[in-house]
């Protein structure tokens, strides 16, 4: 088989199957949150049993909606699929991986929330520009951080694309590993300031506790929700598996940052995916464990939070560009 037809294929087959885990991992956060206060617990798999119902369900439209509310789910749901087909996880190879530029990603995700609010107000709800406005303020707020973090990964490895930044960091930690060498400190901390900032951006821009709580159906606290509050059907069901996507796509870069281990050959994938769905696991538990333990913060206290990830990222790059 051709060389790059094998990474085609391959690449292929990697982002089905993240895809598919994608609603598992959700479900499993949500299935311990649930253990953890002392309740049964949904099925692990509900949420793909949610997703089929919707599927099925009546679609139904404000009177007020125009041709934006019927193309926004879809547009939604499928920047999250470009941006998986950009992501590599457990291959080093991904789909659309010479397309993967830091920045295009970083804007995939900020046109994926463009549209939601749109959505949002093209309802005609009260509700809606509310949401809009609730969520362009955490957008805002996180974007910054972001678009650091990603410019301090190129800086860092002198990559820039995702697949190629994550391929140099791996290669440096097995010849630190494999020689004994060891790294500077300032070239470990650089990736640990960026696991601890985008951790705090993936809780931002993924709705999760301390800064939203998507459970939740009260007025006066929602932000993501309140902008999917009139969808419903396939709409609703394209919005709450585009969530998941956007959860597994910051999982997953959280996940190679804290161990980059992808295969680069074909005889690697068994151990490569095994060592994937742990790292997923492990981070999933950890998100779990942060919900649990913290209640819902103010909306005031949110730029507090957010500005530790802006500092934490700023630092990152500072550092980066004195490595370069």
Request: glycine share 4%; net charge positive.
């Amino acid at each position: 088989m051709n060389f790059n037809a094998q990474h085609l294929i391959i690449g292929l087959i990697q982002f089905i199957i993240i895809v598919m885990l994608a609603p598992f991992f959700a479900g499993f956060i949500h299935k311990l949150k649930q253990r953890a206060r002392g309740q049964k617990g949904i099925n692990i798999f509900q949420f793909y049993i949610n997703f089929n119902k919707l599927l099925k369900k009546e679609l139904v439209l404000s009177k007020d909606a125009t041709f934006i509310s019927n193309i926004s789910p879809y547009i939604v749901f499928v920047t999250y699929l470009i941006i998986l087909l950009m992501l590599p996880a457990f291959y080093r190879y991904s789909l659309f991986g010479i397309s993967s530029d830091v920045i295009l990603i970083a804007y995939s995700l900020a046109l994926a929330t463009f549209f939601m609010t749109l959505y949002a107000m093209d309802q005609g709800s009260a509700f809606g520009g509310l949401a809009a406005s609730r969520e362009w303020f955490l957008t805002v707020l996180s974007e910054p951080s972001l678009i650091f973090i990603f410019i301090s990964l190129a800086i860092f490895t002198k990559q820039g694309r995702i697949t190629d930044i994550f391929y140099v960091i791996q290669k440096g930690a097995e010849n630190a590993f494999l020689t004994g060498a060891g790294s500077s400190a300032v070239s470990v901390a650089i990736p640990f300031l960026l696991f601890i900032s985008l951790f705090i951006v993936s809780i931002s821009e993924n709705a999760r506790i301390p800064i939203d709580n998507p459970e939740t159906h009260l007025e006066l606290t929602m932000f993501h929700e309140a902008n999917i509050l009139e969808a419903s059907g396939k709409h609703l069901g394209l919005y709450e598996y585009g969530s998941y996507l956007k959860l597994t796509v910051f999982l997953t870069i959280m996940s190679l940052i804290l161990f980059p281990y992808m295969a680069v050959n074909i005889y690697q994938i068994p151990l490569a995916f095994i060592i994937y769905v742990l790292k997923m696991i492990i981070l999933c538990i950890f998100i779990a464990g942060v919900e649990i333990v913290n209640p819902k913060m103010r909306v005031f206290r949110v730029p507090n939070i957010l500005s530790v990830s802006f500092i934490l990222s700023l630092i990152a790059m500072i550092l980066s560009i004195r490595r370069f």
